[in-house]
T-cell receptor, first 112, second 115 residues
Framework: GQNIDQPTEMTATEGAIVQINCTYQ??????LFWYQQHAGEAPTFLSY????GLEEKGRFSSFLSRSKGYSYLLLKELQMKDSASYLC?????????????FGKGTTLSVSS | SAVISQKPSRDICQRGTSLTIQCQVD?????MFWYRQQPGQSLTLIAT?????????ESGFVIDKFPISRPNLTFSTLTVSNMSPEDSSIYLC????????????FGPGTRLTVL
């Protein structure tokens, strides 16, 4: 079956670093995505990993280990505006036009 | 990336009525996806809409309840039929932007409340 696990909630303070973990068990794998979703808004794309290793984009980095079925999103120099839900999603199939399977999301609260 | 708009942005409807949600994309795309996000939950795929063919529905979703149209490569509609309070949710349209990542981008969503 399909299963994507993330912690439900995390808290951190401004300026800190936080790591949000995601483990997945899917029938296939063709990429892992991280999205940010502020309350009442649509998800916005943050990062994509299909090969093992670390992808860095400014304050955000994402890591993937396919053999372990594991990814994390690393947020550095946290700001209040980073308070949001972070969604891990997996694409199972190789062909284009395949929908994503989402985890339940991790709600991050950043305090001053 | 793709720019996606949805109408309406929100609505409050009575039980037993139907609502049609529109999704417009600024470029031609082969596949469009409709997701539902119930309060406090993550996104669940309702169906995949391919232009020129019937939509493909996920387990637990049926065409009679959620009919979908896909008349061209930039537009799709999702109808929520015979609504009940359990249909209160955010409905999101998504497209795959292509390129190396085939990233999926989401519309702003339609927030539906059924009384």
């Amino acid at each position: 079956g399909q299963n994507i696990d993330q912690p439900t909630e995390m808290t951190a303070t401004e300026g800190a670093i936080v790591q949000i973990n995601c483990t997945y068990q899917t029938s296939g794998f063709n990429g892992l995505f991280w999205y940010q979703q502020h309350a009442g808004e649509a998800p916005t794309f943050l990062s994509y990993n299909v090969l093992d290793g670390l992808e860095e984009k400014g304050r955000f980095s994402s890591f993937l280990s396919r053999s372990k079925g594991y990814s994390y999103l690393l947020l550095k120099e946290l700001q209040m505006k980073d308070s949001a839900s972070y969604l891990c999603a997996v694409r199972e199939e190789e062909q284009a036009g395949t929908a994503l399977i989402f985890g339940k999301g991790t709600t991050l609260s950043v305090s001053s | 990336s793709a720019v996606i708009s949805q109408k309406p942005s929100r609505d409050i409807c009575q039980r037993g009525t139907s609502l049609t949600i529109q999704c417009q994309v600024d470029s031609q795309v082969t596949m469009m996806f409709w997701y539902r996000q119930q309060p406090g939950q993550s996104l669940t795929l309702i169906a995949t809409a391919n232009q020129g063919s019937e939509a493909t529905y996920e387990s637990g979703f049926v065409i009679d309840k959620f009919p979908i149209s896909r008349p061209n490569l930039t537009f799709s509609t999702l109808t929520v039929s015979n609504m009940s309070p359990e249909d209160s949710s955010i409905y999101l349209c998504s497209v795959e932007a292509g390129g190396d990542e085939d990233t999926q981008y989401f519309g702003p969503g339609t927030r539906l409340t059924v009384l």
